[in-house]
T-cell receptor
Framework: AQSVTQPDIHITVSEGASLELRCNYS??????LFWYVQSPGQGLQLLLK??????LVQGIKGFEAEFKRSQSSFNLRKPSVHWSDAAEYFC??????????FGRGTSLIVHP | SQTIHQWPATLVQPVGSPLSLECTVE??????LYWYRQAAGRGLQLLFY??????ISSEVPQNLSASRPQDRQFILSSKKLLLSDSGFYLC???????????????FGQGTRLTVV
């Protein structure tokens, strides 16, 4: 079985500060990993994905994520947050099943 | 390119009334299709998924049903809505899993359903 944990329900940062959103997964082998962003009242947009190869993946909007097998983690990072980054962020995993499993989400609040 | 359409965007329905939400995908064939429900602060709950026409799998028992009458059409229905059916419903599609890598899910814009 596959599962995802996003331990932080809310994260508050100041505009211009760095950001790291945590994601831990559970799966017996190397899974496929994704980060999505959701603006209020909207669907989910894919930020980045990891399938194999380089463990540091670059995404859209200046985001990156690093896959760490030893920690079963896939944390999302951004060096400098913009007010427009305020949104809900979801980590997802897809293992042997083709069905992705999503974390409960982390709400990002950006202070000016 | 592939696109996914979901409608309506918002819906207010009385308790006991029927429901029909529609989702269609363009630009791909034989997609996997999904219905998720999102409640505030509770992430995404998978309701149904489909790997082909007429093939529906349900993840949780509930007052809802799904159908796939055509390859790229996925419908979420209810005969009698409950207050607890209120929420944000998302349709998504993904390609079939491939040996060369997994495929991500692509989401519609969602339907905000309020049952009153």
């Amino acid at each position: 079985a596959q599962s995802v944990t996003q331990p932080d329900i809310h994260i508050t940062v100041s505009e211009g500060a760095s950001l790291e959103l945590r994601c831990n997964y559970s799966y017996g082998a190397t899974p496929y990993l994704f980060w999505y962003v959701q603006s209020p009242g909207q669907g989910l947009q894919l930020l980045l994905k990891y399938f194999s190869g380089d463990t540091l993946v670059q995404g859209i909007k200046g985001f990156e994520a690093e896959f760490k097998r030893s920690q079963s983690s896939f944390n999302l990072r951004k060096p400098s947050v913009h007010w427009s980054d305020a949104a809900e962020y979801f980590c997802a995993v897809r293992g042997g099943s083709y069905i992705p499993t999503f974390g409960r989400g982390t709400s990002l609040i950006v202070h000016p | 390119s592939q696109t996914i359409h979901q409608w309506p965007a918002t819906l207010v329905q009385p308790v006991g009334s029927p429901l029909s939400l529609e989702c269609t995908v363009e630009g791909t064939s034989n997609p996997n299709l999904y219905w998720y429900r999102q409640a505030a602060g509770r992430g995404l709950q998978l309701l149904f998924y489909s790997v082909g026409i007429g093939q529906i799998s349900s993840e949780v028992p509930q007052n809802l049903s799904a159908s796939r009458p055509q390859d790229r059409q996925f419908i979420l229905s209810s005969k009698k809505l409950l207050l607890s059916d209120s929420g944000f419903y998302l349709c998504a599609w993904s390609g079939q899993g491939r040996v060369d890598g997994g495929t991500e899910a692509f989401f519609g814009q969602g339907t905000r359903l309020t049952v009153v």
